[in-house]
Nanobody, 125 residues
Framework: EVQLVESGGGAVQAGGSLTLSCAAS????????VAWFRQAPGKEREGVSS????????YYADSVKGRFTISKAHAKNTVYLRMNSLKPDDTAVYYC??????????????????WGQGTQVTVSS
């Protein structure tokens, strides 16, 4: 059974940092595309960042470029999202998503096959 478990969310002040983790079981992150999405109240789910198989192509939404960094720790089968210079607009539930069919589009939620339960990030001004 494939499972994705996010952790690391929390409440921080603007300008602060958080690192989100997504641990996988049932498959290997290294062979698949993995992404972070977020959804704020009343808004659509937004693709934040993705990393390809074998740590290939990395995608970042314009709103987070230069502030967020996605990475994989293969030995731990875990994907991280390091978030610096956080803004109130970054407040959302953050979800980890994984593609196992090799047909994902980085910013398109429907192309991912498995999802975590989400972790809340709240940034206060």
């Amino acid at each position: 059974e494939v499972q994705l478990v996010e952790s690391g969310g929390g409440a921080v002040q603007a300008g602060g940092s958080l690192t989100l983790s997504c641990a996988a079981s049932g498959f290997t992150f290294g062979d698949n595309g993995v992404a972070w999405f977020r959804q704020a109240p009343g808004k659509e789910r937004e693709g934040v960042s993705s990393i390809g198989p074998s740590d290939g192509y990395r995608y970042y939404a314009d709103s987070v470029k230069g502030r967020f960094t996605i990475s994989k720790a293969h030995a731990k089968n875990t994907v991280y999202l390091r978030m610096n210079s956080l803004k109130p607009d970054d407040t959302a539930v953050y979800y980890c998503a994984a593609d196992i069919n090799g047909d994902y589009i980085p910013w398109v939620a429907a192309t991912y096959d498995y999802w975590g339960q989400g972790t809340q990030v709240t940034v206060s001004s």
